[in-house]
């Protein structure tokens, strides 16, 4: 995130922290003058002669009655906290705590001592009516639209394993300096490099050093027993991989932690009626590098979830008309909204009610008051699990890619959203030409290579944006949103180009492909043809394959 851009956030929470500040203030003395209502009615009952001919229904809204007392030191000690206030959240606490005992106790109005202790916490609290500063956490994911390319650095002691394995990282672009051992590092001025793998065979007492490179680490070894890969896990190793290398392997553990990198920031829904905590939840997460949405009206939480599709929704317990776990409970009725995280962020401290919460559907509840840097932390978290265990159940284990049910759903969503919003979407089916005989002739491992390497070449060369599937074997499926044809083919076009410029080694043999791909784009077909978009691709490639490959055609 820009400083610029950094710093009008920490402007608006500011102003946030301003606004709600001046709002505590007159809940306090508000909060006082109920209680001198309440001493008045204490001290000379027979004056309040009128709240016996009152109805039920007055006495259920009487400001004076315990419970709503209670209620509103509930609010105070839930949000003080959020916006620095932490002393006036503390003592809002214990008071919430004494306040719920007694209407556990069966009381229903206050009585002499709660309202003496009452009155001396509310003057103890507008007297600490200073906020602590606290830094909004910062962004640590990077984003872009296209991926540059990675460096890597690998230190390898055999001289020819090093070559080989550059040779083949190479294929899949990535731009590898090979050392010859650790100390070889010391030589180098240039940049830390973005991943560095090492032989383990280079000694555990050289390694250490490496990690104030402050990169993620790789070990190759031959020792596969526990002793070898608990030094690794010591030493934060993020991959261990096994001699012979599987460079595909390799290469989707790679591409898993690039684009963890360049992930697109988390989509987060808020819904609380609470509009100044939901803002302030809001800028916490923006300062993070997040996408947020806000809603004030439950009631529309499904339609809410259809358009923006959060991978996470925040939400409040108690809101006046709905409470959570019930919103919660009736959003896991519907199929597509069945595994989204939903966090429950609450004052609430009855344990019950907690895992009442849970049992309705919910995943984590987080207690307020929430310090920014733990609202981030545990957001981040979630939507990072949430987003492995969909890669696992959604992509293809060779390509990282979408599996192709998932790759076709998504084609279809897309298009119909194009079809909605009025803009252009280009599909194309790309497959790698006679690929049976790369098998036939390297073997089925050579042609996995460059399966995994077109689809690497896919991800680096489209956008973020763009969405990429195994639509079969050796067969692609892109969609890629807000392109017209021309710009379409001109992608396609350097892909193709690309991808026949790389050079696969089988031993000694060397070998390239080449692949075909047949192109549409949603704005060059007629109004009722937009669901046969696919079948229109895949005739192009038919086209291109009949045309003698190594083509694009539409
Ligand atoms: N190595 C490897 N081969 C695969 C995989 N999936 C499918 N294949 C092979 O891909 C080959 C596809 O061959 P064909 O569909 O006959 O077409 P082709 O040889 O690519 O020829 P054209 O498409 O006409 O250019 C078959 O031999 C499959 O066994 C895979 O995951 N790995």
Same mark, same amino acid.
Not at 214 to 232: T, Y
């Given at each position: 995130?820009?400083?610029?851009?950094?710093?009008?956030?920490? =402007?608006?929470?500011?102003?946030?922290?301003?606004?709600?500040?001046?709002?505590?203030?007159?809940?306090?003395?508000?909060? /006082?003058?109920?209680? @001198?209502?309440?001493?008045?009615?204490?001290?000379?009952?027979?004056?309040?002669?009128?709240?016996?001919?009152?109805?039920?229904?007055? @006495?259920?809204?009487?400001?004076?009655?315990?419970?709503?007392?209670?209620?509103?030191?509930?609010?105070?000690?839930?949000?003080?906290?959020?916006?620095?206030?932490? %002393?006036?959240?503390?003592?809002?606490?214990?008071?919430?705590?004494?306040?719920?005992?007694?209407?556990?106790?069966?009381?229903?109005?206050?009585?002499?001592?709660?309202?003496?202790?009452?009155?001396?916490?509310?003057?103890?609290?507008?007297?600490? $009516?200073?906020?602590?500063?606290?830094?909004?956490?910062? /962004?640590?994911?990077? &984003?872009?639209?296209?991926?540059?390319?990675?460096?890597?650095?690998?230190?390898?002691?055999?001289?020819?394993?090093?070559?080989?394995?550059?040779?083949?990282?190479?294929?899949?672009?990535?731009?590898?300096?090979?050392?010859?051992?650790?100390?070889?590092?010391?030589?180098? #001025?240039?940049?830390?490099?973005?991943?560095?793998?090492?032989? !383990?065979?280079?000694?555990?007492?050289?390694?250490?050093?490496?990690?104030?490179?402050?990169?993620?680490?790789?070990?190759?070894?031959?020792?596969?027993?526990?002793?070898?890969?608990?030094?690794?896990?010591?030493?934060?190793?993020?991959? *261990?991989?096994?001699?012979?290398? +599987?460079?595909?392997?390799?290469? +989707?553990?790679?591409?898993?932690?690039?684009?963890?990198?360049?992930?697109?920031?988390?989509?987060?829904?808020?819904?609380? #009626?609470? *509009?100044?905590?939901?803002?302030?939840?809001?800028?916490?997460?923006?300062?993070?590098?997040?996408?947020?949405?806000?809603?004030?009206?439950?009631?529309?939480?499904?339609?809410?979830?259809?358009?923006?599709?959060?991978?996470?929704?925040?939400?409040?317990?108690?809101?006046?008309? *709905?409470?959570?776990?019930?919103?919660?409970?009736?959003?896991?009725?519907?199929?597509?909204?069945?595994?989204?995280?939903?966090?429950?962020?609450?004052?609430?401290?009855?344990?019950?009610?907690?895992?009442?919460?849970?049992? %309705?559907?919910? #995943?984590?509840?987080?207690?307020?008051?929430?310090?920014?840097?733990?609202?981030?932390?545990?957001?981040?978290?979630?939507?990072?699990?949430?987003?492995?265990?969909?890669?696992?159940? +959604? @992509?293809?284990?060779?390509?990282? $890619?979408?599996?192709? !049910?998932?790759?076709?759903?998504? !084609?279809?969503?897309?298009?119909?959203?194009? !079809?909605?919003?009025?803009?252009?979407?280009?599909?194309?089916?790309? #497959?790698?030409?006679?690929?049976?005989?790369?098998?036939?002739? %390297?073997? %089925?491992?050579?042609?996995?290579?460059?399966?995994?390497?077109?689809?690497?070449?896919?991800?680096?060369?489209?956008? &973020?944006?763009?969405?990429?599937?195994?639509?079969?074997?050796?067969?692609?499926?892109?969609?890629?949103?807000?392109?017209?044809?021309?710009?379409?083919?001109?992608? $396609?076009? +350097?892909?193709?180009?690309?991808?026949?410029?790389?050079?696969?080694?089988?031993?000694? =043999?060397?070998?390239?492909?080449?692949?075909?791909?047949?192109?549409?784009?949603?704005?060059?077909?007629?109004?009722?043809?937009?669901?046969?978009?696919?079948?229109?691709?895949?005739?192009?490639?038919?086209?291109?394959?009949?045309?003698?490959?190594?083509?694009? /055609?539409?």
């Amino acid at each position: 995130m820009v400083e610029s851009e950094r710093s009008k956030l920490e =402007q608006k929470l500011e102003l946030l922290k301003q606004s709600y500040q001046h709002n505590l203030q007159e809940e306090l003395t508000s909060l /006082c003058h109920v209680l @001198k209502k309440a001493q008045r009615r204490e001290e000379s009952p027979e004056a309040d002669v009128v709240s016996s001919a009152v109805s039920v229904d007055d @006495k259920a809204h009487d400001e004076t009655s315990l419970d709503a007392i209670y209620r509103r030191i509930h609010k105070v000690s839930g949000s003080a906290g959020t916006f620095g206030f932490e %002393h006036v959240s503390q003592l809002a606490r214990a008071l919430e705590v004494t306040l719920l005992n007694a209407l556990k106790e069966g009381k229903s109005s206050l009585d002499a001592s709660l309202v003496t202790l009452l009155q001396s916490q509310l003057t103890l609290m507008q007297r600490s $009516l200073v906020p602590e500063a606290q830094p909004l956490p910062q /962004c640590t994911i990077e &984003q872009s639209d296209i991926r540059s390319v990675a460096k890597i650095w690998l230190i390898e002691e055999d001289a020819l394993l090093g070559k080989r394995i550059l040779e083949q990282l190479a294929n899949f672009s990535y731009e590898v300096t090979l050392f010859s051992s650790v100390p070889a590092i010391a030589n180098t #001025d240039s940049e830390p490099p973005d991943v560095l793998i090492v032989d !383990a065979a280079a000694g555990s007492a050289y390694l250490s050093p490496l990690q104030s490179l402050s990169c993620p680490l790789f070990f190759i070894s031959e020792q596969d027993d526990f002793d070898a890969r608990m030094r690794a896990a010591q030493l934060n190793a993020y991959g *261990y991989f096994l001699k012979p290398l +599987n460079i595909p392997q390799l290469v +989707n553990r790679l591409e898993q932690l690039l684009q963890e990198r360049h992930a697109p920031p988390a989509r987060i829904l808020i819904v609380d #009626d609470d *509009y100044q905590l939901a803002a302030y939840y809001q800028l916490v997460l923006e300062a993070a590098g997040m996408e947020v949405q806000v809603l004030d009206k439950p009631r529309y939480v499904i339609e809410q979830l259809t358009t923006y599709r959060p991978e996470l929704l925040l939400m409040d317990v108690h809101m006046p008309d *709905y409470n959570g776990p019930d919103i919660a409970a009736m959003i896991r009725q519907y199929d597509a909204w069945s595994s989204l995280p939903i966090v429950f962020l609450s004052a609430e401290l009855d344990l019950n009610k907690q895992v009442d919460a849970l049992s %309705h559907g919910a #995943d984590e509840f987080l207690t307020k008051p929430i310090s920014a840097a733990q609202l981030v932390a545990s957001v981040r978290a979630r939507v990072s699990r949430s987003r492995t265990l969909s890669a696992l159940l +959604n @992509k293809d284990c060779l390509t990282g $890619l979408l599996k192709h !049910a998932s790759i076709k759903s998504a !084609a279809i969503d897309e298009l119909h959203r194009a !079809a909605r919003q009025h803009y252009p979407v280009t599909v194309a089916m790309i #497959d790698i030409d006679h690929f049976k005989a790369v098998n036939d002739t %390297h073997g %089925h491992a050579a042609g996995d290579v460059v399966i995994a390497s077109l689809a690497t070449l896919l991800r680096q060369r489209l956008r &973020q944006t763009d969405m990429i599937g195994r639509y079969g074997g050796e067969e692609f499926l892109v969609v890629l949103p807000h392109c017209t044809s021309e710009d379409g083919r001109k992608r $396609l076009e +350097n892909i193709r180009e690309y991808f026949s410029r790389l050079r696969f080694n089988q031993g000694a =043999q060397e070998f390239g492909c080449t692949l075909s791909a047949g192109m549409v784009c949603s704005i060059d077909m007629t109004e009722g043809e937009q669901d046969r978009l696919l079948v229109r691709a895949d005739e192009a490639l038919y086209r291109a394959k009949r045309g003698g490959r190594n083509q694009v /055609c539409q």
